[in-house]
């Protein structure tokens, strides 16, 4: 039973992650009167990029090929250490601190990799995506830093634990929090109105900046990854945010059956609500954006206020 | 090994370093020999000191030196106490790996610098760090102090040649004479409190003594506030820092090194031994001011530093910000106790001392690897390097792991700090009695976090610019690797920042145990539970390093793996950065400014950058064609604007006012006496005094 929840845990992310994005797509296009592509396109896309040949600047240095796999590795660990589905898999590596600090690592290494070709434009995407992550992380830790502090405990498995069995779901903190938290959200995955994720136009582009000088396999771990940390925000806000549904420790087969169901009815919830974010609002300004964060800041810390 | 650490074992160190002091003066005439005099001298001081300090940590029986003299007060006593033990055990570390280091570094100063000065101040410089953290009375303290300042600053001035260290070292000087009138003035004023001279009974003194008229809280207040700012401005605090930024990247590179990593800790550790082992319970108001102390100076440093392109300024301004987290760590301990809660200060305090431990270990590293790239280039100015990885490979990957772990990124040393510092002022948020508590610490949590992610971005800004894409000079591409004993110095503290994070539990519980030695937590109930590679604080955190290694490793592993068994057969071709048709200059890679100038205009309400921007046209009279566009930026620190340029200048407006009364007449200074005996007469028969 316990190694069945280890192997969700560990697949779960990386085998559903391209399906959020497609999902994402497909809701954006019919928001644009398309008919758009099929929602699996992210999966045919990886197998197409994986068997590619790779072209690397001569330029590069080794941290540029290790990087794919050090950003893909660092996703996977952030959802081996996260609630999910069931509250059995606790490890020690479970701290919200470690969530932050994973999260920086990864950060580190695209900004890293961007810089290595020496192009005009991954020099830039690193220094926005650098700007936009170290004000970010204020409003993250603070909003996830208010939820420790209803729930008295720095745990994440703790706070999900805590957060189902309260069942309180309309508490003034939590909801002031949970927007810091969204917008964390949106500027950590790189969505609107931070980053465009469908330009290639080199003027308003981050994350694609950075990765856009890798080409086959690592360019497939690269956009994994990036769809890994867009369904580890939804499935934290998810647990975290909107508290039921997730399996207590040493549950049934049938209970962790219905918190799948809870946990997928969720995601597309979440999905929906960005891709219509995404479809009605258009893309801030870059030197707007950090007003945005520093807002997210502030909320936080009324949350916390609220909250003592 | 209580057996092997003894009184003559502390003794043979200081004569170790004596030796090498007086052997690099003797051999002055050949640099070879005084060089490898005082290198080696040095190295096996510092080892020694490394065994007499770990002992005494690991078997907790203190050992005390004692040099008699026939004048009264003169009675230098020495002893190594835990807290002693732990700051002689980082200060010997760091200087036995940059002894190491220094033998293959050193070699770059001849013909144009003697080598034997080097070696003199050197060890005595060790020495005195040595004895600073040492010394059991006051008296021996000052001396030791003095010695420390005087020797760092003939090091800071080591290249004297450069107009800018001459400049440097004045700065420093006469900011450590500053500090020194505080330190003094704390002391004299503890003598008064107390009426001893050695520091172990200073702290019964005061406890018997509390309603004696010379320990009100004014004299203790103006006390801890004395001993704030005089070992304040050793540790650089913002805005006593003016000194640090120009003074660090002065000196020789390991010598950089045992500065910034070492030297401004011997402020940390008296701070620690005055506010906690020395006076009783502080205020709260004062816990309060080092906090907001520790939040301005960690996030104005690493501001400062982002907007730096001068290496070892860079790394100068990150020590502000790094004391910064350590005096969060202080500041919530002293505040913890004020309120009645020994358990959380004693985890806030260890916070501290290991981010302490972490900061000397990580910063050595950064300077060391740092003084090869210069000592190879030639220059400080990043903006003349690039794609040094591949020209050392070995100090890439040392600054690598040295820009990882001070960006507190697991699975390194860093992280396990700041994990404990914010745990601590995360109990600031729950056990804070007031609303205002709560929000102090509220906002030193978001200062920390802002700090934190605007490290990471500085030091992708540095390594990105000095590392990766394109030489953009060509001393750059005659870089070579530096020789074995700097490399293998710089690998032993790449090293040291996994095994210690990994080994944190074993630190955290060592700390643990030195501060239940001081009487603030000698009934403390342990605050966390130390089990083997996991730290479990008693408000229900864990944290394990050596588990997010396992898990990091093993998703790499995992990532390789899932490439290998979906990914079909290909071809790997190695071609040009895609161009867009212009051949790619050096010119066009992002520069370390351009990097942080986006960071630089959020923040531009604090920072105030200036812009100077000028035209040459092809013609001057028409104006149409210009011939050259330059836009200069600076970045002030507002220390030197605000603070040091207004007292300049009122300092020099108060001399000339004073000076209109040296007139030059004996007359009128007969006068001035007369007036000041009669004064002195109405003061004393008015019983004033």
Partial sequence: ?308 | MTALISSADFVCTLALFALGAIGSLIAMKSDRISGAIGTTAALLGSALALMIGSGVLISHTPIAVQFNSTLPLLSFSFGIDALSAFFVTIIALIATIASLYAFGYIKHFTPAYRLGRLGFFYNLFIASMLLVVTAQNVVAFLIAWEVMSLTSYFLVIYEYREQTNIKAGTRYFIMMHVSFAFIVLAMLLLYRATGVLDFANMAPALLTLPAQAGASPLMLGTILLSAFVGFGIKAGIIPLHIWLPDAHPAAPSHVSALMSGVMIKTGIYMMVRIFFIIMPTPPLWFGLTVLAIAIISSILGVLYALSEHDIKRLLAYHSIENIGIILLGIGSALIFLSLGLPTLAQVALIAGLFHTLNHAIFKALLFLSAGSVVSQTHTRDMEHYGGLIKYMPVTAVSFLVGAMAISALPPLNGFVSEWLTFQSLFAGIIHGNSMTLSIAFTLAIGGLALTSGLAAACFVKAFGVIFLARPRSPEVTHAHEMPLSSQLSMLILAALTLIVAIKSSFIAHTLASVTTTFGAFSNTVPSFSSQPFTIVLNTGSIISMAMIALVLILAVLLALWIVSLLGGRRRVEVGATWDCGTPLTPRMEITAFGFAHSIITVMRGIMRPTRQSSVEYQDANIRYFPAEHSVHFFTHDFATTHLYRPLDRALARASQIIGRIQNGSVNAYVLYMFLTLLALFVVISLGII
């Fill in chain 1, 1 to 308: 039973m316990t190694t069945l929840l280890w192997i969700l845990q560990l697949a779960l992310i990386p085998l559903l992650s391209p399906l959020a994005i497609g999902l994402t797509r497909s809701i954006k296009a019919r928001f644009q009167n398309r008919r758009g592509a099929s929602p699996l396109q992210p999966y045919c896309d990886l197998w197409k990029l994986l068997h590619k040949d790779e072209v690397i600047s001569r330029d590069a240095s080794w941290i540029f090929r290790v990087a794919p796999f050090i950003v893909f590795g660092t996703t996977l660990a952030i959802a081996a250490s996260i609630p999910l589905l069931s509250l059995s898999t606790r490890t020690h590596t479970n701290d919200l601190l470690v969530l932050v600090g994973l999260l920086a690592l990864e950060t580190f290494w695209i900004a890293l990799a961007g810089i290595d070709v020496g192009s005009p434009f991954g020099g830039f995407g690193s220094s926005r995506q650098m700007m936009l992550a170290s004000f970010t992380e204020g409003a993250l830790v603070l909003s996830l830093f208010a939820l420790a502090l209803m729930n008295s405990t720095t745990d994440l498995f703790g706070i999900a634990e805590a957060q189902s069995m309260s069942g309180h779901l309309f508490v003034v903190p939590l909801i002031v929090a949970g927007i810091s938290f969204g917008i964390a959200l949106l500027a950590e995955t790189m969505r609107y109105p931070f980053d465009n994720p469908a330009t290639h136009l080199e003027l308003t582009m981050i994350h694609e900046a950075m990765v856009l000088e890798y080409s086959g396999p690592r360019l497939a771990l690269m956009e994994w990854a990036a769809a890994n940390k867009y369904l580890i925000f939804i499935a934290l806000f998810g647990n975290l945010f909107l508290p039921f549904g997730i399996a207590a420790a040493g549950a049934s087969l049938s209970v962790i059956c219905i918190s799948a169901i809870i946990f997928f009815i969720k995601a597309l919830i979440a999905v929906f609500a960005i891709a219509a974010l995404e479809s009605s609002i258009a893309k801030l300004r870059i030197f707007r954006l950090p007003d945005l964060l520093f807002t997210a800041t502030v909320l936080s810390i009324i949350a916390i206020v609220l909250a003592l």
